[in-house]
């Protein structure tokens, strides 16, 4: 039993290794190879030479691990794949992990904690409990998944902050003379955040030759904000209506605007009773001790 427990941690640990070389060192020294692809164009070379002067992580390791996740990747539910998915467009790490990535990275330190509970069990000459070691799997498989997702709520939040912002940009820009496409230009180079970035390969999509409604949907998609959705969806039907763009981003602006204070007044109206049990457990005894305490060491001296 033993023997299996540290084979399995030996593989998961290399597999976790690669896993971290496959996102953060790979990228370059595959550029490093392009350039070097480049530079030896002219030159003629044998193609059984070419694939042996690669190194061995190359040839061997990065096939095999390739097909392990995919393999693993191909066994999850498409509804958890698609869920996954649009977790990664929401929190713009598409372009920087896949699914089957994440998938990897679950599995393996779902093991690993497993293994180190089982051994500092061991260590401590306690006696080994399967219940503890499985949370521990748990805890594992799911940190991934759940840091996915406080990444991509908190890339919604400020998206949805900047929407209002981004609106009164447009409106100005527009009124002022320019086209609804160079709006959005001169907008991304005013604005910084995610929502800029969202605009700016938005309009890289429609100057490939993307229609403006389809690709302005596939940001809604991607991003999964109300507010956003909101105004695309407003934008396009003034668009098939023949309304003035000017006008609907006017309404837009201060329906936007006056959403965003509706929201920070309802976050202010939460306060009283969020700061009801830090008083009660913190502040109120502290007071009680100050107060009462003279009175009540007095009374212990009087009797």
């Keep these: 039993m033993e023997l299996i427990v540290y084979g399995s941690l030996f593989l998961t640990s290399s597999l976790l290794f690669y896993l971290f070389y496959d996102l953060l060192i790979r990228p370059k020294q595959v550029m490093r190879e392009r350039l070097d692809n480049v530079k030896e164009m002219a030159d003629i070379r044998d ?11 190359i040839r061997v390791i990065n096939p095999a691990y390739e097909r392990m996740i995919r393999s693993l990747g ?11 998915e649009n977790l990664l467009n929401s929190s713009g790490a598409k ?3 896949k699914f089957n990535n994440i998938l990897a990275m679950q599995v393996m330190l ?12 061991k260590a401590s000459s ?15 498989f799911l940190l991934p998944y759940y840091l996915l997702l406080s990444a991509s709520e908190k890339r919604k939040q400020e998206i949805q902050y900047a929407v209002p912002s981004m609106l009164d940009l447009l409106y100005v820009s527009v009124e002022a003379g320019l086209s609804f496409d160079m709006a959005i230009y001169r907008t991304t180079d005013k604005m910084k955040g995610p929502l800029s970035d969202e605009l ?9 030759g993307r229609e403006r409604s389809e690709a302005l949907r596939e940001m809604v998609k991607r991003t999964q904000v109300e507010d956003l959705a909101t105004f695309v969806t407003s934008i396009i039907q003034a668009e098939e209506m023949g309304s003035n763009i000017g006008n609907v981003l ?9 959403n965003k204070r509706q929201r920070a007044e309802a976050k202010a109206a939460k306060i009283p009773t969020k700061m009801l049990f830090p008083l009660v457990f ?6 009680f001790v100050v107060i009462l305490g003279p009175a009540i060491i007095n009374i212990m001296a009087s009797f």
């Design 47 to 57: 193609v059984f030479e070419d694939g042996m002067r690669e190194s061995f992580v």
């Design 74 to 84: 191909n066994l999850a539910p498409s509804t958890i794949k698609d869920r996954y």
């Design 95 to 97: 372009d920087k992990m």
């Design 110 to 121: 779902g093991i690993i904690l497993s293994f180190l509970v089982h051994y500092l069990m």
């Design 126 to 140: 306690s006696p080994s409990n399967s219940l503890y070691i499985f949370l521990a799997g748990v805890v594992g």
């Design 200 to 208: 700016r390969f938005t309009m890289n999509e429609m100057s490939k």
């Design 250 to 258: 006017r309404v837009q602006a201060n329906t936007m605007r006056l």
């Design 282 to 287: 913190f502040m109120f005894p502290a007071l």
